[in-house]
């Protein structure tokens, strides 16, 4: 059986998360404790350095060269900044960690205001959580009651204080220069970096930007050494990652695995296998910034290095399981709109290139693609990933390109034969009605919402595929399989 | 260190308030996915019934344990024993729980096998 480590999640199902007494009891602010009573920022930050700690909102830059970069920068004023905007669909994991263990981030930000010199923290968290804002000010409540969040934190002089700010949950808003300027309330539209928040951020100032569960590890890795924690995982991945199981698996839910297990761990293992026990297909990591990972890749052991080998990339932690029924080319077209929708129009090569994409993907799944379109795809998606300003238009094209990678046959056999063999393009199947198999009971043609169906009382029946608009309604009425999907 | 063997001290008193070892301990899911699920009328029945009862229990709300497919899902602790997560619980099954598993210490269906470890 493979195993679960939970680390960002240790307190998660365990305490109640409206209780600072329930996460003092498990070593809760014992970290922060003795960070400002033992240890040098430096000293702290060198221990995050050791530890391998990644940023784990996406790009997986080491945390502790963050921490060090900040507090290099001479200011009078510095902030920490927590993103918790995740906007990735399908992944729920930075939520779970905030409704189920708010101190955690709290205790491992105003350690991070220790190391960096800042003395403020601002959480930027999408309105669409209440739940998990609710719990954040109880929290911050009652940590600033018990002496550990305001001034003079613990008797030691130290003073550091938080406030959370809303998003309206754009995708685009995730992207850390984004996010200040959103917060800054301006436009939610990136900039070019560098300089890079830990040098110029929030109000110009130096902002250490971290993502919830990468700040969720802080406090462990305090409490047990940076030993323990580089025990854990690859050589160049260290720790563990918690992952959202989405899609045609089993148990959908939450799971925490140390890095390096692999994708047939994952999915057989722990997520109980494909529903239905169909046949898997693909797994998207990294939501619309990421590509599919397929059979050839089960044994891969997961990390940011062999995902982005792969042709994919770790993202914030959706995984979102494909079976047989999937097209490989809608699931393309369907992050491509995605993209559209988000993309924040700045700048050309994605704000036109990812419409220009969308259009060509559409015309592939509605029958009409040729060869030629299948070499756009890929010639555009290039561009549109060398040429954008942000990480958005820069990995957008990803699915387009890992899609075509893995599933090239799934492309030719839409373009040239115009079918699509998981039966998911509506314009590339017909249904018809199997005479052998119709006994005239007319329910069909009764239900037929466009009136397509003709025929006599006990006659086989006929769809007039002009009319037609492929709703399925008949084929689930008929009581004796007569129609069937071309 | 004086400031958190203090905080250490004063936080074992506090706890063992709450939870002695000699407790039933009642661990409902409240995070988004569990109450949409269902898990909030599940806790205010635990709560209820299991004072209605006499049953001496801390029943308390905590977040995601991740198993979103079985939500609402509840984690009962006997005193002396390990915990054992029940999914699909509704209240019919609360009181399946209470009457069967925690009364007469039958073992009933619904159990989620847990497979980690914690840090
Ligand atoms: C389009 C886009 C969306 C992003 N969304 C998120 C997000 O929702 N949450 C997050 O933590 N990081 C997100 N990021 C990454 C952030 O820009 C940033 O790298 C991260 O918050 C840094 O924290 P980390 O080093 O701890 O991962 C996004 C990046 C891009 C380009
Ligand atoms: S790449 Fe897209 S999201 Fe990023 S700045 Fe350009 S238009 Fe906006
Ligand atoms: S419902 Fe089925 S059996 Fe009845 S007329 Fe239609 S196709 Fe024939
Ligand atoms: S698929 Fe819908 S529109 Fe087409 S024949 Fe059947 S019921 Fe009519």
């Given at each position: 059986?493979?195993?679960q480590?939970?680390?960002?999640?240790?307190?998660?199902?365990?305490?109640?998360?409206?209780?600072?007494?329930d996460?003092?009891?498990?070593?809760?602010?014992?970290?922060?404790?003795?960070?400002?009573?033992?240890?040098?920022?430096?000293?702290?930050?060198?221990?995050?350095?050791?530890?391998?700690?990644?940023?784990?909102?996406?790009?997986?830059?080491?945390?502790?060269?963050?921490?060090e970069?900040?507090?290099?920068?001479?200011?009078?004023?510095?902030?920490?900044?927590?993103?918790?905007?995740?906007?990735?669909?399908?992944?729920?994991?930075?939520?779970?960690?905030?409704?189920?263990?708010?101190?955690?981030?709290?205790?491992?930000?105003?350690?991070?205001?220790?190391?960096?010199?800042?003395?403020?923290?601002?959480?930027y968290?999408?309105?669409?959580?209440?739940?998990?804002?609710?719990?954040?000010?109880?929290?911050?409540?009652?940590?600033?009651?018990?002496?550990?969040?305001?001034?003079?934190?613990?008797?030691?002089?130290?003073n550091?204080?938080?406030?959370?700010?809303?998003?309206?949950?754009?995708?685009v808003?995730?992207?850390?220069?984004?996010?200040?300027?959103?917060?800054?309330?301006?436009?939610?539209?990136?900039?070019?970096?560098?300089?890079?928040?830990?040098v110029?951020?929030?109000?110009?100032?130096?902002?250490?930007?971290n993502?919830?569960?990468?700040?969720?590890?802080?406090?462990?890795?305090?409490?047990?050494?940076?030993?323990?924690?580089?025990?854990?995982?690859?050589?160049?991945?260290?720790?563990?990652?918690?992952?959202?199981?989405?899609?045609?698996?089993?148990?959908?839910?939450?799971?925490?695995?140390?890095?390096?297990?692999?994708?047939?761990?994952?999915?057989?293992?722990?997520?109980?296998?494909?529903?239905?026990?169909?046949?898997?297909?693909?797994a998207?990591?990294?939501?619309?910034?990421?590509?599919?990972?397929?059979?050839?890749?089960?044994?891969?052991?997961?990390?940011?290095?062999?995902?982005?080998?792969?042709?994919?990339?770790?993202?914030?932690?959706?995984?979102?399981?494909m079976?047989?029924?999937d097209?490989?080319?809608?699931?393309?077209?369907?992050?491509?709109?995605?993209?559209?929708?988000?993309?924040?129009?700045?700048?050309?090569?994605?704000?036109?290139?990812?419409?220009?994409?969308?259009?060509?993907?559409e015309?592939i799944?509605?029958?009409?693609?040729?060869?030629?379109?299948?070499?756009?795809?890929?010639?555009?998606?290039?561009?549109?990933?060398?040429?954008?300003l942000?990480?958005?238009?820069?990995?957008?094209?990803?699915?387009?390109?890992?899609?075509?990678?893995?599933?090239?046959?799934?492309?030719?056999?839409?373009?040239?034969?115009?079918?699509?063999?998981?039966?998911?393009?509506?314009?590339?199947?017909?249904?018809?009605?199997?005479?052998?198999?119709?006994?005239?009971?007319?329910?069909?043609?009764?239900?037929?919402p466009?009136?397509?169906?003709?025929?006599?009382?006990?006659?086989?029946?006929?769809?007039?595929?002009?009319?037609?608009?492929?709703c399925?309604?008949?084929?689930?009425?008929?009581?004796?399989?007569?129609?069937?999907?071309? | 260190?004086?400031?958190?063997?203090?905080?250490?001290?004063?936080?074992?008193?506090?706890?063992?308030?709450?939870?002695?070892?000699?407790?039933?301990?009642?661990?409902?899911?409240?995070?988004?996915?569990?109450?949409?699920?269902?898990?909030?009328?599940?806790?205010?029945?635990?709560?209820?019934?299991?004072?209605?009862?006499?049953?001496?229990?801390?029943?308390?709300?905590?977040?995601?344990?991740?198993?979103?497919?079985?939500?609402?899902?509840?984690?009962?602790?006997?005193?002396?024993?390990?915990?054992?997560?029940?999914?699909?619980?509704?209240?019919?099954?609360?009181?399946?729980?209470?009457?069967?598993?925690?009364?007469?210490?039958?073992?009933?269906?619904?159990?989620?096998?847990?497979?980690?470890?914690?840090?």
């Amino acid at each position: 059986m493979a195993r679960q480590i939970r680390i960002a999640l240790r307190n998660c199902g365990v305490i109640d998360p409206e209780r600072i007494e329930d996460y003092i009891a498990r070593d809760g602010y014992m970290a922060l404790a003795k960070v400002l009573t033992e240890l040098s920022p430096e000293a702290v930050i060198e221990i995050i350095k050791k530890s391998g700690l990644r940023g784990r909102g996406g790009g997986g830059f080491p945390a502790g060269m963050k921490w060090e970069i900040t507090r290099k920068v001479q200011a009078d004023q510095k902030y920490v900044v927590c993103n918790a905007d995740e906007g990735d669909p399908g992944a729920f994991m930075d939520r779970s960690i905030l409704e189920g263990d708010p101190h955690a981030v709290l205790e491992a930000m105003t350690i991070n205001g220790y190391c960096t010199g800042a003395s403020k923290g601002l959480i930027y968290i999408r309105a669409e959580y209440p739940l998990a804002v609710e719990r954040l000010k109880t929290a911050m409540s009652q940590s600033r009651e018990t002496g550990l969040l305001g001034n003079d934190i613990l008797g030691t002089g130290f003073n550091f204080d938080i406030d959370i700010r809303y998003g309206a949950g754009a995708f685009v808003c995730g992207e850390e220069t984004a996010l200040i300027h959103s917060m800054e309330g301006l436009r939610g539209e990136p900039t070019v970096k560098p300089p890079f928040p830990s040098v110029e951020g929030y109000l110009k100032k130096p902002t250490n930007v971290n993502n919830v569960e990468t700040f969720a590890n802080v406090p462990v890795i305090i409490n047990k050494g940076w030993e323990w924690f580089s025990s854990i995982g690859t050589e160049r991945s260290k720790g563990t990652k918690v992952f959202a199981l989405a899609g045609k698996i089993n148990n959908v839910g939450l799971v925490e695995v140390p890095m390096g297990t692999t994708l047939r761990e994952v999915i057989y293992e722990i997520g109980g296998g494909i529903q239905g026990g169909k046949e898997f297909k693909a797994a998207q990591t990294g939501g619309p910034s990421g590509g599919c990972l397929t059979k050839k890749h089960l044994d891969t052991p997961i990390d940011y290095d062999n995902l982005i080998a792969a042709g994919s990339m770790m993202g914030s932690g959706g995984l979102i399981v494909m079976d047989e029924d999937d097209c490989m080319v809608a699931i393309a077209k369907f992050y491509l709109g995605f993209t559209v929708e988000e993309s924040c129009g700045k700048c050309s090569p994605c704000r036109i290139g990812n419409k220009r994409l969308f259009e060509l993907l559409e015309k592939i799944t509605q029958g009409n693609g040729t060869m030629e379109d299948i070499d756009k795809l890929r010639n555009l998606s290039t561009v549109i990933k060398d040429t954008s300003l942000c990480g958005l238009g820069q990995s957008s094209p990803n699915p387009v390109l890992s899609t075509i990678e893995n599933f090239m046959e799934e492309y030719h056999e839409h373009v040239k034969d115009k079918k699509c063999r998981s039966k998911v393009c509506k314009s590339l199947m017909q249904y018809l009605v199997v005479p052998e198999k119709c006994i005239g009971c007319t329910l069909c043609a009764r239900n037929c919402p466009v009136n397509a169906i003709s025929g006599e009382r006990k006659q086989a029946h006929l769809i007039d595929q002009e009319k037609c608009i492929k709703c399925g309604a008949c084929m689930e009425k008929c009581k004796f399989n007569a129609i069937i999907i071309n | 260190m004086d400031l958190r063997e203090n905080l250490k001290a004063k936080n074992a008193a506090l706890s063992q308030k709450d939870n002695p070892q000699s407790i039933i301990q009642v661990k409902v899911t409240m995070a988004t996915c569990g109450i949409a699920s269902g898990s909030r009328p599940v806790y205010e029945y635990m709560k209820e019934e299991l004072s209605k009862r006499n049953i001496p229990a801390r029943v308390s709300q905590v977040g995601c344990m991740g198993f979103c497919y079985a939500e609402p899902t509840i984690e009962i602790t006997m005193p002396g024993k390990g915990p054992l997560m029940f999914g699909f619980v509704n209240t019919k099954k609360a009181d399946e729980i209470i009457e069967r598993f925690i009364r007469k210490s039958e073992a009933i269906e619904g159990v989620i096998p847990m497979n980690y470890e914690t840090a």
